[in-house]
């Protein structure tokens, strides 16, 4: 199959290329991707049978005489986390709970709207009907108070149900957009064409409905702000540096970006690459997409890409292009907080070249923001930095 425009001779892509085969070679010894825990995709009749067991659980205790209440598995310390360089964050396997009880008053309202948030899914399952999030919260904006209600308890309904959320039929809003050579077709039939324009394709709602993926890429760019996506769509990144496929979460990555970042890994293992800024957010957000976050821990399986590479912009990149300080930005006292406790977690313990470069900008204590690089040229990004980052392997 033919994608246009072309791009480099195909020396250019000869370490990625090196890459791609030590990334199949090591999934080949490993005896291909580690088998799934935690949430699986559940049948419909599943989530129903789930959803009835929780709520006979419920009335159980009503007649009992008992206050009833649900136990969730506590996602909000480190003690209940453990991790695994083949998958990242997840849950340990007898991990503290916590009750949102019934007879709380601290915990009542959250109780009743968990009972009605089962009811609307039971009621969608059962229809084979979906609904976004958004959707969910309009049914009774007064009642819920605001979305992230709305979203806290969807997430801790799948973690209870030990389901992951798209088997409850609930999708959300996709935020994030993908470019370059990449073609599929959505659930309900539509062909979509992503090559690269001046303009992006939004991430769809439904990644497990997306079939017929066919791609050329030789590596799939993460670029952590929708400004620097935009801009290399603007340079005509795509196309200089074809066939290679573009994404962005447009900063913290929503779910379906991320479920789509894990679908192209799972269907291609391509080398994935991320572009964020020299900065403890940046990073954070890298890691989010690498090992995954203490708040979906429970989902892991369906959503980290642990063979993710550092690509730009590092601290070292600061001083090795003698970026002026006065294009850099003092690190506050929340920026020293977050780097310190990214370095306390368990996966840099075998990131060792990650922890040096955070190490480093704790020492200049100094961040910089991808568009540092434009003191250099306005280009410089697009026409310097990343060609030579990707044909010389300049990836940690």
């Not at 959803?51 to 598995?73: C, R, W």
């Not at 601290?106 to 009811?119: C, D, E, T, Y």
């Not at 997430?155 to 992951?164: A, H, R, T």
Request: aromatic share 8%.
């Amino acid at each position: 199959m033919a994608f246009a425009p072309m791009g480099p001779e195909a020396s250019f892509f000869e370490v990625l290329d090196r890459h791609r085969a030590s990334l199949r070679a090591s999934l080949s010894a490993g005896g291909g991707e580690p088998p799934v825990r935690g949430t699986r995709r559940a049948s419909s009749s599943e989530v129903l049978e789930s959803i009835e067991n929780t709520i006979q659980d419920v009335i159980t205790s009503l007649a009992k005489h008992e206050a009833p209440a649900f136990t969730i598995d506590n996602r909000t310390t480190w003690e209940n986390i453990k991790f695994d360089d083949s998958v990242g964050l997840q849950m340990v396997s007898h991990c503290a709970t916590r009750k949102i009880k019934s007879d709380s008053p601290k915990s009542v309202q959250k109780f009743a709207l968990i009972l009605k948030i089962l009811s609307m899914i039971y009621k969608l399952v059962q229809s084979n009907t979906y609904a976004t999030k958004r959707d969910i919260y309009y049914t009774d904006s007064q009642l819920f108070g605001n979305q992230s209600v709305v979203d806290t308890i969807i997430d801790d309904i799948s973690c209870m149900l030990k389901v992951p959320r798209r088997s409850l039929h609930i999708l959300s809003t996709s935020k994030g957009l993908i470019a370059g050579n990449l073609r599929y077709m959505e659930e309900d039939g539509t062909r979509v064409n992503c090559t690269c324009g001046s303009t992006a394709t939004a991430v769809p709602s439904n990644i497990q409905g997306i079939r017929n993926l066919i791609t050329d890429a030789k590596f799939l760019l993460i670029v952590e702000k929708d400004a620097t996506f935009q801009r290399l769509l603007d340079d005509d990144f795509c196309s200089k540096l074809s066939p290679c496929i573009m994404v962005t979460g447009k900063g913290i990555p929503d779910l379906n970006t991320r479920l789509l970042v894990k679908k192209l890994w799972d269907t291609f293992h391509m080398p994935v690459l991320t572009l964020v800024d020299a900065d403890p957010h940046g990073i954070e957000i890298m890691c989010i997409y690498k090992y995954g976050s203490m708040s979906m821990s429970f989902e892991a399986h369906n959503l980290t890409v642990p063979a993710i590479r550092w690509l730009g912009l590092l601290p070292s990149d600061i001083r090795r292009l003698n970026i002026p300080k006065d294009s850099l930005i003092p690190l506050t006292k929340h920026d020293h907080v977050k780097l310190n406790s990214i370095l306390k977690r368990p996966y840099i313990h075998c990131q060792p070249l990650w922890r040096k470069e955070m190490e480093m900008m704790a020492e200049l204590n100094m961040k910089a923001e991808i568009q540092a690089l434009t003191f250099l040229s306005t280009d410089y990004l697009s026409r310097v930095y990343l060609p030579n980052k990707l044909k010389f392997g300049g990836w940690l």
